[in-house]
């Protein structure tokens, strides 16, 4: 699937696995250009995660406020952050390496705001580079309509389907596929008007024009 979409080219820079949680935590609904800005007004402002948890929700709002449901997810990352730090007592979440990938995505997802999207990019889009598939909304839309899932699956059904579908692939593997598909549904496959002319994929989809 990724010969005609376009493979990602040269390697991508890796945040670390908290670094890629509040990133991830702060992108839902939102384009990339401006989560990516307020991850980095985060990074700027604050520098690690120990002084966002210390500055508290107020501050990092200020930092997200352009973020869809910025308000929530600014009491996301502080809850979250503060829920890492009792337990862990540091934020070095590269322990989530070494247990199997369905344990490490379940610890995750005990976090406030941390669903599978959040919980898979955290693993496998960070340094610890995990196999398992991102699944945004752009990423089902596409895997729905060729029918590699059920046109009403939600994205964790779609992660695990895809994920155990390719046991043989690695973390870079899956990261490329999302992002390739990913970039397939904001520019062709998208929600109003898909452009199932100019796609690709059009022979393999079950949905085209």
């Not at 991850?39 to 973020?67: H, N």
């Not at 809850?79 to 390496?97: K, M, N, T, V, Y």
């Not at 406030?112 to 960070?126: C, D, Q």
Request: glycine fraction near 10%.
């Amino acid at each position: 699937m990724l010969a005609p979409v376009g493979a990602v080219a040269g390697p991508l820079p890796r945040r670390s696995p908290i670094g890629a949680l509040i990133k991830s935590m702060i992108s839902g609904r939102t384009r990339d250009a401006v989560s990516l800005a307020a991850y980095d007004c985060l990074v700027g402002a604050f520098g690690t995660p120990g002084r966002v948890l210390a500055a508290g929700r107020d501050e990092v709002l200020r930092c997200i406020g352009a973020v869809t449901h910025a308000e929530d997810k600014a009491g996301y990352v502080v809850d979250s952050l503060g829920r890492i730090a009792a337990e862990r007592r540091s934020f070095d979440l590269s322990f989530l390496g070494v247990p199997p990938v369905g344990e490490a995505l379940a610890w995750l997802e005990r976090l406030p705001g941390v669903g599978r999207k959040v919980a898979a990019a955290t693993l496998n889009g960070s340094t610890l580079d995990r196999p398992v598939l991102i699944v945004d909304s752009h990423v089902l839309r596409v895997l729905q309509r060729l029918g590699f899932v059920h046109r009403h699956a939600e994205a964790r059904a779609a992660s695990e389907a895809v994920t155990a579908a390719m046991p043989e692939w690695q973390g870079r593997d899956f990261l490329d596929f999302h992002i390739a598909t990913k970039k397939l549904g904001q520019t062709l496959c998208r929600f109003d008007a898909p452009a199932c002319e100019r796609c690709p994929l059009r022979a393999d989809c079950r949905a085209h024009c």
